[in-house]
């Protein structure tokens, strides 16, 4: 159940379901936590809770794009390793 929550007003529950289902349809079901809805005159910002979704950070490596090395070869792992490394003055 998707918790709806109502600020500076009130809603219709068919406004509730829709703000619920566009909630879904960005984030998934699985996804969505709550909404924070705030009523401002005419306008309504939204506010989605979502799960944090896990992030795997992606480098280019020897003109790949990679998250790990894993299925990289021995011969591009050789490569990797023999790379210069520049560090950037700040």
């Known amino acids: 159940m998707v918790e709806v929550i109502v600020k500076n007003g009130e809603i219709s529950e068919e406004e509730k379901q ?8 960005k984030y998934g079901a699985e996804n ?3 909404i924070d809805v ?3 005159g005419e306008y309504v910002n939204l506010s989605y809770h979502i799960h944090k979704l896990p992030f795997q950070r992606i480098r280019r490596i020897t003109g790949y794009l990679v998250g790990t090395l894993d299925r990289f070869n021995d011969a591009k792992k050789e490569e990797v390793e023999d790379r210069v490394k520049h560090l950037f003055a700040r």
Do not use: H
């Open 18 to 25: 829709a703000y619920i289902q566009r909630g879904i349809e």
């Open 32 to 34: 969505l936590l709550g």
């Open 38 to 40: 705030e009523l401002d």
